[in-house]
């Protein structure tokens, strides 16, 4: 892993990693989108992305700013900007710059319209410091915008698929260990508050899905793989129960023949405008 800055962030930036973030992408998009139409996105804004990663969230909003806007991602991982660079100029969004920096480090003289972040809070030591230094970062009347994950309810599956809340389980023990702020999603209108924001509206959605198709199976598959040194660790499974190489397969195969539907994480989303 190659940093600006120690990280807390636990999954890495390896190549599997960034595959499992793109995954993870997809399944939320539709959240998130929703998020940032929501907080008021509108075409000509400036909007910026903290915690961008492999810059999935930077690009939803190059679409939803178009061409008029623009839009900065930083991420603290030089290899996360490094990707979501690429993949941006390869998607042919010429109005996305990234930058790595920190948010606590990160200068900005102009003032964003929109900030936003997703699946970052969790990570950070000071939670309610890093959405007061987002809350600097829009102008008055701007809006600060967070997507979180909550690991309050553990996977669901129904008919059951021992399998699948099996893997979460070990998902949800893990989160609830070394998360810093495992339980930022369930205390966002708090945080919002405490940094000095109006109240936030929130809303939450759970991903459910079912069928071969799903891609489901692989998201969680791979998120498996990226944590699997710390979940061994901890001594929640081991590389042979695991199996990574064939649990995406396993998943899948479980999840059709039970005709079952798989139910993951719930995500809780808040937004709130800076006072005027
Ligand atoms: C789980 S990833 C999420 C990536 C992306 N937002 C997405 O939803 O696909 C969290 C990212 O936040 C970054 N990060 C964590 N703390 C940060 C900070 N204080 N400043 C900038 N980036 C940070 C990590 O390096 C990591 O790439």
Same mark, same amino acid.
Not at 238 to 252: P, Q
């Given at each position: 892993?190659?940093?600006?800055?120690?990280?807390?962030?636990? =999954?890495?930036? &390896? /190549?599997?990693?960034?595959?499992? =973030?793109?995954?993870?992408?997809?399944?939320?998009?539709? $959240?998130?989108?929703?998020?940032?139409?929501?907080?008021?996105?509108?075409?000509?804004?400036?909007?910026?992305?903290?915690?961008?990663?492999?810059?999935?969230?930077?690009?939803?909003?190059?679409?939803?700013?178009?061409?008029?806007?623009? !839009?900065?991602?930083?991420?603290? &991982? !030089?290899?996360a900007i490094a990707v979501a660079q690429q993949r941006?100029?390869?998607?042919?969004?010429?109005?996305?710059?990234?930058?790595?920096?920190? $948010?606590?480090?990160?200068?900005?003289?102009?003032?964003?319209?929109?900030?936003?972040?997703?699946?970052?809070?969790?990570?950070? #030591?000071?939670?309610?410091?890093?959405?007061?230094?987002? /809350?600097?970062?829009?102008?008055?009347?701007?809006?600060?915008? %967070?997507?979180?994950?909550?690991?309050?309810?553990?996977? /669901? &599956?129904?008919?059951?698929?021992? =399998?699948?809340?099996?893997?979460?389980?070990?998902?949800? #023990?893990?989160?609830?260990?070394?998360?810093?702020?495992?339980?930022?999603?369930?205390?966002? %209108?708090?945080?919002?508050?405490?940094?000095? =924001?109006?109240?936030?509206?929130? %809303?939450?959605? #759970?991903?459910?899905?079912?069928?071969?198709?799903?891609?489901?199976?692989?998201?969680?598959?791979?998120? $498996?793989?990226?944590?699997?040194?710390?979940?061994?660790?901890?001594?929640?499974?081991?590389?042979? $129960?695991?199996?990574?190489?064939?649990?995406?397969?396993?998943?899948?195969?479980?999840?059709?023949?039970?005709?079952?539907?798989?139910?993951?994480?719930?995500?809780?989303?808040?937004? /709130?405008?800076?006072?005027?």
């Amino acid at each position: 892993m190659n940093e600006t800055t120690p990280s807390s962030y636990i =999954l890495g930036h &390896s /190549a599997s990693e960034i595959r499992r =973030l793109v995954l993870q992408a997809e399944i939320l998009k539709p $959240i998130t989108a929703r998020l940032l139409r929501e907080a008021g996105i509108a075409p000509g804004m400036r909007v910026l992305d903290v915690g961008c990663g492999a810059g999935d969230v930077a690009m939803l909003a190059c679409e939803m700013v178009g061409p008029g806007g623009s !839009v900065v991602g930083i991420d603290r &991982s !030089v290899d996360a900007i490094a990707v979501a660079q690429q993949r941006a100029r390869a998607a042919g969004y010429s109005q996305a710059v990234f930058q790595a920096e920190a $948010i606590e480090d990160f200068v900005d003289e102009t003032g964003f319209d929109l900030v936003i972040g997703r699946y970052v809070l969790v990570h950070q #030591t000071d939670v309610v410091a890093f959405v007061r230094r987002a /809350a600097e970062l829009v102008h008055p009347g701007g809006v600060v915008a %967070f997507h979180e994950v909550s690991h309050r309810h553990p996977f /669901a &599956s129904s008919p059951v698929v021992p =399998l699948w809340e099996r893997v979460g389980d070990w998902l949800f #023990t893990l989160f609830r260990a070394v998360a810093p702020h495992h339980d930022a999603a369930d205390k966002l %209108f708090g945080i919002y508050t405490e940094a000095g =924001l109006p109240p936030p509206s929130l %809303f939450s959605e #759970t991903p459910v899905a079912g069928g071969p198709d799903a891609p489901h199976h692989a998201w969680i598959a791979e998120t $498996i793989r990226s944590l699997l040194p710390k979940l061994v660790q901890m001594g929640l499974t081991t590389e042979a $129960i695991a199996g990574v190489d064939t649990l995406e397969a396993r998943l899948r195969e479980a999840t059709v023949a039970a005709q079952s539907q798989i139910i993951a994480h719930a995500q809780v989303c808040a937004w /709130a405008r800076r006072a005027g």
